[in-house]
């Protein structure tokens, strides 16, 4: 017998497949929120593959961005325990609706006088900011989707990457559903 998802698509059993799901989540601004959330994830064995979490307009509510794997029913299945959770106001699975995500990352990368120009014109071709630099090193800043990151730091890996900080995934949904 078929279920339906909460989208309103018809699920066949033994037809889901994984797929990665952005889960928006709002929550009241208290102490423990995040931890209570990451052992829902931990206690049920489902990973978290980017987890992003920040202060709202409103001071009392902050916005979790969680990025996991899974078919239809296990996300299912985390979306109604995340709704039973105390602190918990709102969680919208975005993945079936239009949205805009961003990460931002971090990147030094060693360099000499004679690759320097070479990792300039990398950073330049993926919009990306120097906000640091020494005689040895360059650290630059990007943001973009998770593509963007992943193929700036695959360009420049060949020139040896240092250290890289990533904040994970920040989403919302999209309000404008027209043509440009």
């Given at each position: 017998m078929a279920s339906t998802h909460a989208n309103g698509r018809?699920?066949?059993p033994g037809t889901e497949q994984k797929r990665r799901h952005t889960i928006s989540i709002l929550v009241e601004n208290r102490f423990n929120a995040l931890s209570r959330i990451a052992g829902l994830f931990s206690a049920k064995g489902y990973n978290i593959d980017s987890l992003s979490v920040g202060p709202t307009e409103d001071e009392s509510v902050s916005r979790m961005t969680i990025v996991t794997e899974g078919d239809d029913p296990i996300i299912e299945q985390i979306t109604k325990q995340l709704h039973k959770l105390i602190d918990t106001i709102k969680?919208?699975?975005l993945t079936f609706d239009n949205f805009v995500e961003r990460e931002l990352v971090l990147?030094?990368?060693?360099t000499t006088t004679q690759t320097r120009s070479e990792i300039m014109q990398v950073a330049e071709i993926f919009r990306a900011k120097v906000v640091d630099i020494s005689p040895r090193t360059l650290t630059?800043?990007?943001t973009g989707s998770k593509q963007k990151?992943?193929?700036?730091i695959k360009m420049l890996k060949q020139f040896g990457i240092k250290e890289i900080a990533r904040t994970g995934q920040v989403a919302l949904k999209r309000e404008f559903h027209g043509e440009v």
């Open positions: 018809r699920l066949v969680v919208v699975d990147l030094k990368i060693q630059l800043e990007a990151v992943d193929a700036i």
